[in-house]
């Protein structure tokens, strides 16, 4: 069974900086896509940034790009969202997910972990 050990959000002011981490084991896929969707109160869920693991590759969504980064330690199977410039509309819950492909992730993630909460404060 694929699960996640999330960590990091909290909260921050606008302008301030957070970091969100998350530890997949089990996924049962040498490549696999992985990154952060959230869900923000009074909105839709929403697909924030994914990592290709076997081609390297990103994708953020647009409010984000500029701001927000994914990373992967592939050895630890950590990937990392930096968050920079955090702006009040960035509230929500973010989920860690997962999926055997890139393009099955950002239609929906097999596997989703418990989320973790970042508020931004005005």
């Known amino acids: 069974e694929v699960q996640f050990a999330e960590s990091g959000g909290g909260l921050v002011q606008a302008g301030g900086s957070l970091r969100v981490s998350c530890t997949a084991s089990?996924?049962?896929?040498?490549?696999?896509?992985i990154g952060w969707f959230r869900r923000a109160p009074g909105k839709e869920i929403e697909g924030v940034a994914c990592m290709d693991v076997g081609a390297g590759t990103t994708n953020y969504t647009d409010s984000v790009k500029g701001r927000f980064t994914i990373s992967i330690d592939n050895v630890r199977k950590t990937v990392t969202l930096e968050m920079n410039n955090l702006k009040p509309d960035d509230t929500a819950l973010y989920y860690c997910?997962?999926?055997?492909?890139?393009?099955?992730?950002?239609?929906?993630?097999?596997?989703w972990g418990q989320g973790t909460q970042v508020t931004v404060s005005s």
């Open positions: 997910t997962a999926d055997p492909t890139f393009w099955g992730w950002h239609l929906y993630p097999s596997w």
């Open positions: 089990a996924i049962p896929y040498s490549n696999y896509a």
